[in-house]
């Protein structure tokens, strides 16, 4: 079965930017854990902070991946969020209340079924 290629849901504006003095910040779950996150932060950021430093598999050896480059060009941190695979986890901004998931594989098995 092929995903839709529709349009993700606009994101909604931040309120205001965070600051060390007022950070904002709020929970995502990974993998069911829920976790804690800083407005601002990607979900790699998010990840990283709860020491979480792989979230994907490869295809061929299932081989642990997680950010590698940073900036969205390697895409070793590939991610499911809210359902929707492959989603390059440094560059996503993290909101409030994210199902992050760990991506196996092409991240499309549940959607093949």
């Known amino acids: 079965m092929m995903q839709s290629r ?12 965070p600051t060390p003095e007022h950070p904002v910040s709020y929970k995502l779950t ?10 601002g932060q990607s979900v790699a950021a998010a990840l990283w902070s709860a020491g979480i430093l792989a979230w994907r598999t490869t295809r061929t050896n299932g081989a642990p991946r ?3 480059c940073g900036i969205g060009q390697c895409y070793d ?5 809210n359902g929707r695979p492959n989603q390059r986890a440094c560059l996503l901004p993290a909101r409030p209340g994210d199902t992050v998931t ?5 991240g499309r098995a ?3 079924d």
């Open 66 to 68: 997680g950010a590698f």
């Open 102 to 106: 760990t991506q196996e594989g092409t």
């Open 77 to 81: 941190c590939l991610v499911t969020v």
């Open 30 to 39: 990974f993998d069911g854990r829920e976790l804690p996150a800083q407005e």
């Open 110 to 112: 549940a959607l093949e």
């Open 6 to 17: 529709t349009r993700p849901p606009e994101r909604p504006p931040r309120t205001h930017p």
